[in-house]
């Protein structure tokens, strides 16, 4: 594995707000937890920004994606499966949504599928420079009162961290019925300067894209009847600028949504 200098991180260390389990788990669960979670899991390194994803697959790969926070793996595990070329990291605190994908991983025989059983901000802080080629964040957490927003997964310290790790045209992908969390997303990541928000008519954030698959929380947002919002982000190029500047977008994208 290739290995670079110590950086500053970029995510201090992190405390985690959510649900580390649920339920006891039924015994077959609990073994594949036991079992095949070891085979699969990333032990992280010490030094930040060296870890190389494409060596932690046992085959070559064409590119790394990530998701955050999979829950129970429905939309994860429908990728790992569509895209057998490509290595996924998916990291996920709720135990129970871990086993529930490893069930997944097992039946469908998936060799293209690495896992953190924890919060995936120290895994975007180990990650090199411009090593994954798409994040995947799907009905993250709102955290809707205001003097909890802060605990929000995007964040300027996340946002820069995900423009560090995504290669050039690289994509962020973000889902949400929250409408708060929508805005926030859009005007935390738009002020960064080294994204374009790909939308060119509201069919783009209204519809889920054709290569994204459904996940349990979108299905229980619509079911109450709740709008989703679809956001996809492209890393812009190292080379053509982007490091800085700010975008009006933002202004046009709240009002529209
Ligand atoms: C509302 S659920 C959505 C799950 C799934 N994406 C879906 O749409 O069904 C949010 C998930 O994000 C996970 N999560 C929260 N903070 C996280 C973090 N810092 N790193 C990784 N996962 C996190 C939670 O454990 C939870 O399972």
Avoid at 133 to 150: A, C, I, T
Wanted: proline share 6%.
């Amino acid at each position: 594995m290739k290995r670079s200098p110590a950086r500053p991180t970029s995510v201090d260390a992190p405390h985690f707000h959510g649900r580390r389990k649920g339920r006891r788990l039924r015994p077959g669960r609990q073994a594949l937890v036991d079992g095949f979670l070891p085979r699969l899991r990333i032990e992280l390194p010490q030094e930040e920004g060296c870890l190389e994803p494409r060596a932690l697959f046992d085959r070559p790969v064409r590119d790394v994606w990530l998701e955050v926070g999979f829950g129970a793996g429905e939309h994860f595990v429908s990728q790992v499966e569509a895209h057998r070329d490509v290595g996924f990291i998916g990291c996920e605190p709720f135990m129970n949504g871990v086993a529930a994908a490893l069930s997944e991983v097992k039946v469908r025989q998936l060799d293209n599928v690495r896992i953190v059983d924890d919060d995936a901000r120290p895994v975007l802080a180990a990650l090199e420079d411009a090593s994954v080629g798409r994040v995947f964040v799907l009905f993250s957490d709102p955290w809707p009162k205001s003097r909890h927003n802060e605990r929000r997964f995007i964040g300027s310290s996340t946002v820069d961290a995900l423009a560090r790790i995504l290669k050039d045209g690289g994509q962020l992908c973000f889902a949400s019925d929250h409408m708060g969390y929508v805005r926030w997303a859009l005007e935390h990541v738009t002020a960064d300067g080294r994204w374009s928000w790909t939308a060119r008519q509201p069919a783009y954030w209204r519809c889920r894209p054709d290569d994204w698959f459904p996940t349990r929380y979108e299905a229980k947002a619509r079911a109450r009847g709740a709008a989703c919002v679809y956001l996809r982000f492209e890393r812009k190029s190292r080379i053509d600028g982007g490091s800085s500047e700010r975008k009006s977008l933002v202004c046009s994208g709240t009002r529209v949504i």
